[in-house]
């Protein structure tokens, strides 16, 4: 067997490069650029999906593994869906985070929230580039629902801490997407005063705090 030659790669690298490029220029195909870092991405991402998949306990390989896939995805998207390059992307990475979090429920349970926070980034970009869309409400509405996943998905006994930011960050997100910049405006002077309340609540009624 002849000794591995990086020489190899590199020249068939460029005569792909040199192909798509003549390609583009024939009016043939388009983005010939994307098109080949996209193959090279997901060159890459199949490599560390074949070493994920012939071995669950390297979980490790997820992140590579989906963040090239995720890359090769959004570069081979043709310039009229080049709006969602940032969704498809951020998709990548988040199920690179969901794949860790499946493969054990109860030790990666902490795998949920970066996957949900990556995946309702990917939403929130993409609705602004598209239709020019107030997201801020959206986002806090996805966190939200993140930590709501986090106390409800298998595995989450012994996890209702989560219900507490979830439920606050969907009330906060609600009321964001409140068209009413006067309502909005009062929002955050209520949660101030309602939290003030509740300490003074409890220094009155000589209550530990839990």
């Known amino acids: 067997m002849r000794r591995y030659d990086p020489r190899l790669i590199i020249g068939v690298l460029l005569i792909l490069e040199g192909l798509l490029t003549l390609l583009d220029v024939m009016n043939i ?4 650029s994307g098109i080949f870092w996209g193959m090279v991405f997901a060159a890459g991402g199949l490599v560390f999906l074949y070493m994920l998949l012939n071995d669950r ?14 890359l090769a995805a ?6 009229s869906l080049e709006d969602f390059d ?11 985070f969901w794949w860790v979090y499946f493969t054990n429920t109860s030790d990666h349970w902490w795998a949920i929230i970066p996957g949900g926070v990556l995946l309702t980034l990917g939403v ?3 609705l ?4 020019g869309f ?11 629902l993140t930590f709501m996943l986090v106390a409800l ?15 606050i960050l969907l009330v906060f997100g609600a009321f964001l997407g409140i068209t009413d910049s006067d309502i909005t405006g009062y929002l955050w002077p209520a949660v101030l005063i309602a939290l003030g309340g509740y300490f003074v609540f409890r220094f009155f009624t000589n209550r530990p705090l839990e």
């Open 86 to 96: 940032g969704l498809v992307f951020f998709i990548g990475l988040s199920l690179a």
């Open 29 to 32: 195909v388009s983005n010939a």
């Open 74 to 79: 959004a570069s081979i998207l043709p310039e």
């Open 134 to 144: 107030e997201t801020g409400g959206l986002f806090f509405l996805g966190l939200g």
């Open 57 to 70: 306990n390297s979980w490790w390989a997820a992140f590579p593994a989906f963040t090239l896939l995720g």
């Open 124 to 126: 929130v970009s993409s």
């Open 153 to 167: 998905l298998p595995g989450g006994k012994g996890r209702s801490w989560a219900l507490i930011p979830g439920t």
């Open 128 to 131: 602004e580039d598209v239709s």
